[in-house]
Nanobody, 121 residues
């Protein structure tokens, strides 16, 4: 059973920083792209940042230059460093990973339980 466990959320003032972590656990064959998504109340979930197994990154335009995604393949962990946070960054942040559970199975999307990030003005 694959699990993604997030940590590091919380309440911060405008201009502050937070670092989210997401660790994959369980038995699986490989992890491919990992990423972070967010969903604010009344809005659709949006992709914030992704990172491939080779380290290529992609960012939502509104977080470009403020957020940095990274991963530690040995620790099976993805991080999101969030700097200069703004109230509009307030949302539940979800970790995502494309994982092959076994060599005989196709890659599938797995999601964390979500973690709240609140930025006060």
């Amino acid at each position: 059973q694959v699990q993604l466990v997030e940590s590091g959320g919380g309440l911060v003032q405008t201009g502050g920083s937070l670092r989210l972590s997401c660790a994959a656990s369980g038995t699986f064959f490989a992890i491919y792209t990992m990423g972070w998504y967010r969903q604010a109340p009344g809005k659709q979930r949006q992709r914030v940042a992704t990172i491939t197994i080779g380290g290529s990154t992609n960012y939502l335009e509104s977080v470009q230059g403020r957020f940095t995604i990274s991963r530690d393949n040995a620790k099976k962990t993805v991080y999101l460093q969030m700097n200069n946070l703004k109230p509009e960054d307030t949302a539940v942040y979800y970790c995502n990973a494309v994982i092959t559970a076994s060599v005989l199975r196709k890659p599938e999307d797995y999601w964390g339980q979500g973690i709240q990030v609140t930025v006060s003005s």
